[in-house]
């Protein structure tokens, strides 16, 4: 287990996440920056499934100066689904809004195309607000330079595709294995693109960006017609209807001739590795870090939210989700 630090400057706070666990503790930054115009916005799913790839990333941002700071907070779409949602997404919005504007930010890089959709609709229409640029964080990535490369997706890719079927029973001992990974073919991903960004294509685009030539393809439905992973009916308690979903990503996949998928949205990939699929899915930086996911260990940890202190009345006891507040404001 490995412990975590990040300088939280909307919060202005301290954050120590150990990982895997996500025990926290939260104080006080004495350091704290009293500007930051250009921000890291990873979002809870990315917090919560891979928090080394959150610090790798923000560190090659730094490095980039595409950014100068970084906030763990929520964006607040999931306060919808607690008793009183729409009151206290309102409230969380409108305190989010104040901090952004009093640090001066004017550019937020996210890694999420939930939080991207949910950033801009909370900062439309506010003048103090209105013109902070959301941005998308493949595109950032492709535009520095960066590309995943051939031989570190193989990689990751015979390794996974080894363990699933260690995992499975269908290897005698470690030498199968080694040699599974030996032997695996060359990964061609399916690309699966997330529902929140199919009017602006901008994670479709950055994604595509990234992926090496002629090692990702797209299935029948993409871009503006992609099939929802599963995601939106299981959130609505239609757990068949997930399963079809998810199931049908697979298919396609299958059909536009690939062995695996790649997905811009750790929530998508999530939700597609709850279902039984032909192919396994990944996520983007997954392969451009060559850092995998141990999604046999995530079910428990999609619970870490951050939030201002103030908004913490989104702790109830219905809830299954672990609210923590990191502000003292």
């Known amino acids: ?62 490095q980039e100066q595409a950014v100068e700071g970084i906030s763990l907070l929520c964006c607040g779409k999931i306060l919808s689904y607690e008793p009183n949602g729409d009151e206290l997404r309102a409230d969380f919005e409108e305190q989010l809004r104040q901090r952004v504007a009093q640090m001066g930010v004017k550019r937020m890089v996210c890694a999420c195309p939930n939080c991207v959709l949910a950033l801009r609709d909370a900062f439309a229409d506010h003048d103090q607000v209105k013109d902070v640029e959301v941005v998308a964080l493949p595109q950032v990535l492709a535009q520095a330079g960066y590309s995943v490369d051939p031989k570190t997706a193989k990689e990751v890719f015979a390794r996974r ?54 090692m990702a393809v797209d299935p029948k439905h993409c871009r503006r017609k992609s099939v929802c992973c599963g995601s939106l009916p299981r959130a609505a308690g239609k757990f068949a209807a997930a399963d079809k979903a998810a199931r049908l990503n697979g298919d396609e996949a299958v059909e536009a001739g690939a062995n695996a998928i790649v997905a811009p949205c750790i929530s998508c990939c999530f939700q597609l590795q709850m279902t039984e699929l032909p192919v ?27 939030l201002f202190d103030e908004n913490l009345g989104a702790n109830d006891q219905r809830s299954n989700r672990k609210f923590v507040g990191i502000s003292q404001a």
């Open 280 to 306: 396994t899915p990944y996520h983007y930086l997954e392969l451009l870090y060559g850092w995998a996911i141990d999604w046999r260990t995530t079910g428990g940890l999609m619970k870490l939210r951050f």
């Open 1 to 62: 287990m490995e412990t975590y630090e990040f300088n939280d400057v909307l919060a202005g706070t301290v954050v120590s996440c150990a990982f895997p666990g996500l025990e926290t503790t939260v104080s006080d930054d004495p350091n704290a920056p009293k500007s930051c115009e250009t921000l890291f916005f990873p979002g809870c799913s990315f917090i919560n499934y891979g928090l080394p790839l959150v610090q790798s990333v923000y560190q090659t941002l730094l």
């Open 161 to 214: 595709e080894a363990e699933n079927r260690w995992y499975a029973g269908e290897f005698a001992d470690e030498d199968q294995f080694f040699a599974a990974m030996e032997n695996a073919p060359d990964p061609v991903f399916a690309v699966h693109d997330s529902c929140p960004d199919r009017e602006m294509g901008e994670f479709a685009d950055g994604l595509r960006s990234l992926m090496p030539q002629g």
